[in-house]
């Protein structure tokens, strides 16, 4: 067990070696990697982002019903016994003006405005979740809403958001296409680095192999070559995301201030941060891997 400790901590320190003695070619190489990274790894970051923007939203089938603004109690509480006894709703909530009104005020920026109207412009309101979720049946529905007496206006909520979790989805879908695409690309870059490692190296693999080194030995330095060139190309990329997400949150944060909201682009979380390192660490590993199988095969001492 020492002796196997012992020879892989010989690997990294003549790897470590290797990347001081071409300092320019590793910085380039780590930002080449970086960049790359940089563009799924940010396209994730915004995508968490947006989500936690609209966690709250509402994705199932829901209908807003707004009563016309001279409509009496009496007739909101006989369309609610109405609504009640339809089928096809599985949910109700009455929203009454004098309620609408507080939750306005309540809102960032909006008191002052409620305020200086003087009076409560709002209607009573009437939130109801559908039993079906097929869209034949929720036009069909929408258009018997509207018809009721008393009615003023039909609103579907959760119109908006369904679109948006599509959205999200082929976003999602989009930027994991990216990765695989850039991540063929970190493995290409190793690959051929370890290639040209190998190549400058040839005479002293050959006499290395001359005096009874095995191939695990010889091949031992070149993954962690590949690894530690992964590993820089990931930091890399998660530097130039905090700075990106620095620089856009100016602009944003001014933006949602506008709207009374605190929004910010938020960087990746922990966990995602590492998963983006290890993953360009065995990115760079398996390149090394692949050029060290093809090449290092074909040197034999003559």
Do not use: C
Request: hydrophobic share 55%; proline share 4%; aromatic share 8%.
């Amino acid at each position: 067990m020492k002796s196997w400790l012992r020879h892989h901590r010989q690997a990294l320190a003549a790897a470590l070696g290797k990347v001081a003695a071409q300092k320019a070619a590793a910085a380039l190489n780590a930002l080449v990697i970086g960049i790359a990274l940089s563009l799924p790894a940010g396209g994730y970051a915004l995508l968490g982002s947006l989500r936690a923007a609209t966690a709250g939203a509402p994705l199932e089938p829901q209908f807003s019903v707004f009563m016309r603004a001279d409509a009496k109690r009496a007739e909101a509480d006989a369309l609610a016994a109405r609504l009640k006894g339809d089928a096809r709703l599985r949910g109700l909530r009455f929203v009454p003006r004098e309620q609408a009104l507080k939750e306005l005020q309540a809102s960032e920026g909006l008191a002052e405005v409620v305020a200086a109207l003087g009076r409560n412009p709002l209607p009573d309101a009437f939130v109801l979740r559908p039993a079906s979720g097929d869209p034949a049946a929720l036009e069909a529905l929408a258009s018997d809403l509207r018809n009721l007496p008393g009615v003023a206006h039909v609103q579907a909520d959760s119109a908006w958001a369904r679109r948006l979790a599509a959205l999200t989805g082929t976003a999602r879908l989009a930027i994991a296409l990216l990765a695989a695409l850039l991540a063929f690309g970190l493995v290409a870059i190793t690959f051929n680095t370890i290639r040209l490692q190998i190549l400058t190296l040839r005479a002293e693999i050959e006499i290395s192999k001359l005096i009874g080194a095995t191939d695990a030995f010889i091949r031992r330095p070149f993954f962690y070559l590949g690894a530690l060139q992964g590993l820089s190309g990931g930091l890399v990329a998660l530097a130039i995301l905090w700075g990106s997400l620095s620089a856009l949150n100016v602009g944003v944060a001014e933006l949602a201030a506008s709207y009374g909201s605190g929004f910010r682009l938020a960087f990746l979380e922990p966990g995602d941060a590492l998963a983006v390192v290890l993953f360009s660490a065995g990115l760079g590993w398996f390149g090394a891997y692949l050029s060290v199988s093809k090449y290092l095969l074909e040197i034999e001492p003559k």
